[in-house]
């Protein structure tokens, strides 16, 4: 079963590589967000609406993932050949739980999407500032090429950790907790890994959506996130050390990695801002290693590198957690 879950981690990793994303009408997070927005457009003054939807969601979402995965190994069972029951339920489980966990994380979009932006700072400075906002949540209107540059290399150091890590984190923990307590069936290890990726994925959905300080409706979903995250920003960091080969970089993100309000997306764009040598900034809000430049557009690049490496290094580390 570890070799099961291991082998789920790898083919999530092949599919984004291969295709980024599951088509919008089949994606999973995208039927999660049609209810979290009906709570957004009719109760995002209340409180009490958010409480509810951050306790709710998530777990429908883990409990619907764990159900495909349970039911598809169970399906695969009834039907092999005498005496390979266990082995194709094993198979057909470890492929649906790298569906549900490649639905659950991203990184090639993630690359993609702030490479064009990179790219486009050194071109068509109002095109980059046009393609902005898909990666980073600020107004572009008025930044500088450098700023742009800047928003772009520390929301793909931030989004390494919400993205990627961090469900790659919860479904390796789980599959390799459940292999250690006893379940060596697909029918156990397998979609409770799925459901705790299911279920940060969930988590970090309602975030996105509902954590602003204008939604009242959003209090108790960010809450649930910054405890959630706290893990993997730190193992985000982490990654990005090794990534760069400067294991020393963590280290002297400490300085900055609590300067923004976030608890944890501090770590990781922290930690980028000292690997790269680079002043990362984000006007009103955070200042990181203040005493260097805004980055130009090689220094940038090489962030966006940096942030790809750190993501193939978090798969490695999932896929030897899970197999342990």
Do not use: I, Q
């Amino acid at each position: 079963m570890p070799a099961a879950a291991a082998a789920a981690v790898a083919l999530a990793a092949v599919l984004d590589r291969l295709f980024a994303e599951p088509p919008a009408r089949l994606h999973p997070v995208v039927w999660l967000g049609k209810p979290v927005g009906a709570v957004d457009r009719r109760f995002r003054g209340s409180a009490l609406a958010g409480l509810l939807a951050a306790a709710a969601f998530p777990l429908a979402f883990a409990g619907a993932a764990a159900a495909v995965v349970w039911a598809g190994g169970a399906l695969a069972a009834g039907v092999a050949p005498r005496g390979l029951g266990l082995p194709v339920a094993t198979a057909a489980a470890a492929v649906l739980a790298g569906l549900v966990l490649f639905s659950c994380s991203s990184l090639r979009m993630l690359l993609d999407a702030a490479s064009e932006v990179v790219a486009l700072s050194a071109t068509d400075l109002d095109a980059a500032r046009d393609a902005l906002p898909a990666l980073a949540g600020r107004d572009p209107s008025d930044l500088s090429a450098a700023a742009v540059r800047s928003a772009a290399v520390e929301s793909a150091a931030e989004n390494l950790a919400d993205g990627l890590v961090a469900p790659l984190l919860a479904f390796s923990l789980a599959a390799a907790g459940a292999s250690l307590l006893g379940a060596s069936t697909p029918f156990l290890a397998l979609p409770l890994a799925a459901a705790a990726a299911a279920w940060v994925k969930g988590v970090n959905t309602l975030d996105s959506m509902l954590g602003y300080r204008e939604k009242r409706a959003g209090r108790a979903p960010a809450r649930l996130d910054d405890a959630v995250m706290w893990l993997p920003a730190r193992t985000s960091a982490l990654c990005l050390g090794v990534a760069a080969r400067s294991p020393g970089a963590v280290a002297r993100a400490r300085e900055w990695a609590r300067v923004p309000a976030s608890p944890n997306s501090g770590w990781p764009m922290a930690t980028a801002a000292a690997a790269l040598d680079v002043r990362l900034r984000k006007p009103g809000a955070y200042d990181l290693n203040p005493d260097r430049d805004l980055p130009d557009v090689e220094t940038a690049a090489d962030g966006v590198r940096l942030v790809g490496r750190a993501g193939w290094t978090a798969v490695a580390l999932a896929g030897v957690t899970a197999a342990v």
